[in-house]
């Protein structure tokens, strides 16, 4: 089955960036719907950002204007951009993967990496 890893969370100050990389491995994703999903302590796993298969993306409300979602087929890899970052970013950040029609729905991707780490102090 397909492997997702996501690296290049950390530490950073508000109003700085931080660009996320999600590699996969196992076989390609360019027919595959990917996603960015968020899980702070004590809330429930939310989403972020998606990407289709046509490269048409869609955004929550929160991250809108601020983060870019892409991906490179080629490469099989997933990135998520993201600028103007604000305490409340603060979360694990996981990168997930699934085939079909587009949803914001966690439960409704199959693949799944293991979260990266991203703090945002004030």
């Known amino acids: 089955q397909v492997q997702l890893v996501e690296s290049g969370g950390g530490l950073v100050q508000a109003g700085g960036s931080l660009r996320l990389s999600c590699a996969a491995s196992?076989?390609?994703?360019?027919?595959?719907?990917m996603g960015w999903f968020r899980q702070a302590p004590g809330k429930l796993r939310e989403f972020v950002a998606r990407?289709?298969?046509?490269?048409?993306?869609y955004y929550a409300d929160p991250v809108k204007g601020r983060f870019t979602i892409s991906r490179d087929n080629a490469k099989n890899t997933v990135y998520l951009q993201m600028n103007s970052l604000k305490p409340e970013d603060t979360a694990v950040y996981y990168c997930?993967?699934?085939?079909?029609?587009?949803?914001?729905?966690?439960?409704?991707?199959?693949?799944w990496g293991q979260g990266t780490q991203v703090t945002v102090s004030s």
């Open positions: 196992g076989g390609s994703f360019s027919n595959y719907v």
């Open positions: 990407i289709s298969w046509s490269s048409a993306t």
């Open positions: 997930a993967g699934r085939q079909g029609i587009p949803t914001t729905a966690a439960n409704s991707y199959n693949y």
